[in-house]
């Protein structure tokens, strides 16, 4: 009986580990900024901008529009991010429509993602880089949070004996 | 066959002091409040959905006999780690929800065991115990937010850390899981927004609750709580009982203050979990419950009649003396007012059960007497 018991905890606490490492996975957020940004020297070659990037993604209620030079963002929940891509290459051009799923690596928050070298074909290493915010000033107010005083006593505890002398 | 009570107007006034007071207060602040109803059944099916939860993680420990559980606020302490961390490893929506459930657990389960040991070495004494007991983990929870979790604990975010470089800042966002369980399912019907899933995740915890006083720990968890030592003559474990309900309702009261604080999108690091039981306990009293007596009808009465005074209550307080701040103050009167109420009510009860019971005896010894 003992031995049965044991069993159905071990059971119930792999069960719950089982369920976190799944939530870890399916619920890590990304950001993704989307460039239509010129790459001007990949192996001695220039991938121009597009004209005009219409990009949908599942899940957001906008289509992003990017013209050249231009970046935008959307977020991502989970190792695989899908977008449906509508680019006019070059002004009077009739717009190519493709569908495009992109593996996310787990350890990157924000990553970007250069669309002309995207849609070139090029290897990952020349479409995706790691976003790293720019260092927030320092806010000094935030240093120390205002706890251990609930008393409103500040420093004169009255212990010390110099109030009754 | 069953005997026919009879109405008796005084008792009956007795048991509902507190709910029928709170029904007067809302009656006459509401009008001053001048607010439409729509915006107030809005207001307060929101707080239902968010507050319920914690609520019904009072009922377990009240069965087993130990009264209102201060030390929820652990539970609470618990979830708000849990959440620091899903945080700052960027999980976001319902999936960062249950891990952070899933992560406040052992904490939980690790400081209501330490509660549960220490209110069983003060018996008759759990309520003024567990309430210190939230100011001396409030220390160590503050110790491990504010020294530990960047220096020993890793903490990759800088959004998350002090500038210092070490410590937990202020205010921990949860945009990234703001309202994601009430938003799932929301029908608005009448303007009414219902957060469809936050009541299905209470009515289960009710299904459970009821469920749970038929097993046979719930047995015993009854027994306990009406006598413990005719209890422990029947062969019950008291002291482990009591220590159960208490993780349990530790472990709901993490899981609860996690469905408060996603609703809310935020929280403040070092002092969010400080009125958690206080107010759960205020609006379980309000319900009509006593130290000794919760049920499910208690709880869903308590959020609506405390909540509606909290919402009504600042406007009114506009109306009658053009400040809010008077209406802030009396909520908080209130609150604390009504668990004093409680409590003297719950020792008048008391001395005059006891008194009767000895009237009664001595009447019996008498005539017993006689008769000889």
């Given amino acids: 009986m003992k031995k049965k018991a044991l069993l159905i905890r071990l059971a119930a606490v792999a069960l719950c580990v ?3 490492a799944v939530m870890m996975v399916v619920g890590r957020g990304h950001t993704i900024y989307l460039d239509n940004k010129t790459i001007e020297d990949y192996q001695g070659q220039e991938y121009k901008s597009f004209e005009r990037v219409n990009i949908t993604v599942p899940g957001e209620d906008e289509v992003i529009k990017l013209a050249k030079r231009e970046r935008d963002m959307a977020t991502c929940m989970g190792q695989s991010f899908h977008m449906t891509v509508e680019v006019i290459e070059k002004k009077g051009d009739e717009p190519r429509v493709e569908e495009i799923d992109l593996k996310l690596p787990y350890n990157m928050d924000g990553i970007i993602v250069n669309l002309p070298a995207l849609l070139a074909g090029l290897p990952e290493e020349a479409w995706m880089t790691e976003f790293i915010p720019a260092p927030e000033p320092e806010d000094s107010s935030e240093e120390e949070p205002n706890i251990g005083d609930e008393f409103g006593m500040g420093e004169d505890l009255g212990m010390e004996g110099d109030a009754v002398a | ?46 707080r239902m959905g968010r507050n319920i939860f914690l609520i019904l993680s009072l009922l377990i420990p009240i069965m087993a006999g130990m009264g209102l559980n201060f030390g929820m606020t652990l539970g609470a302490m618990a979830g708000q780690i849990a959440l620091i961390f899903v945080t700052d490893w960027q999980i976001w929506g319902i999936p960062g929800v249950v891990l952070a459930m899933l992560l406040s657990i052992p904490l939980s389960v690790l400081l209501g065991l330490m509660c549960g040991k220490l209110m069983n070495m003060a018996k008759g004494r759990e309520m003024i115990l567990g309430y210190m007991m939230n100011y001396f983990v409030g220390g160590l929870y503050q110790l491990v937010v504010l020294f530990l979790m960047g220096s020993v604990i890793p903490i990759i975010h800088a959004s998350v850390r002090l500038p210092r470089g070490f410590g937990i800042r202020t205010t921990v966002n949860l945009t990234s899981m703001r309202q994601c369980l009430d938003n799932l399912i929301a029908p608005r019907p009448y303007g009414v ?9 209470i009515a289960v915890l009710c299904l459970f609750i009821i469920w749970f006083r038929r097993t046979k720990l719930g047995q ?18 008291v002291d482990r009982t009591r220590i159960i309900s208490i993780i349990i309702s530790t472990v709901f009261a993490g899981f609860g203050q996690i469905i408060y604080l996603q609703n809310l999108g935020n929280f403040a690091t070092y002092t969010a979990h400080t009125q958690t039981g206080m107010f759960c306990i205020a609006a379980l009293l309000v319900g009509g419950a006593s130290v000794e007596k919760a049920s499910i009808g208690n709880v869903f009465l308590g959020v609506i009649l405390f909540h509606t005074m909290f919402i009504v209550a600042p406007r009114a307080g506009i109306a009658i003396t053009g400040d809010a701040m008077i209406g802030e103050y009396f909520r908080v009167f209130v609150s604390y007012g009504v668990i004093t109420l409680a409590l003297v009510m719950y020792e008048i009860k008391k001395r005059r059960a006891k008194s009767q019971g000895g009237a009664l005896l001595a009447q019996a010894q008498k005539e017993g007497g006689v008769q000889a």
């Fill in chain 1, 18 to 20: 089982a369920l976190g």
């Fill in chain 2, 1 to 46: 066959m069953k005997m026919k009570k009879s109405f008796n107007g005084f008792d009956f006034l007795q048991n509902n002091l507190v709910p029928l007071m709170f029904i007067i207060i809302c009656v006459i602040c509401y009008p001053l409040a001048d607010l439409s109803p729509g915006h107030l059944l809005n207001e307060i099916v929101n």
């Fill in chain 2, 193 to 201: 927004k219902i957060p469809v899933l936050n009541f299905i995740i």
């Fill in chain 2, 220 to 237: 015993d968890m009854r027994a306990v709580g009406q006598d413990m030592e005719v209890a422990r003559a029947a062969g019950i474990n």
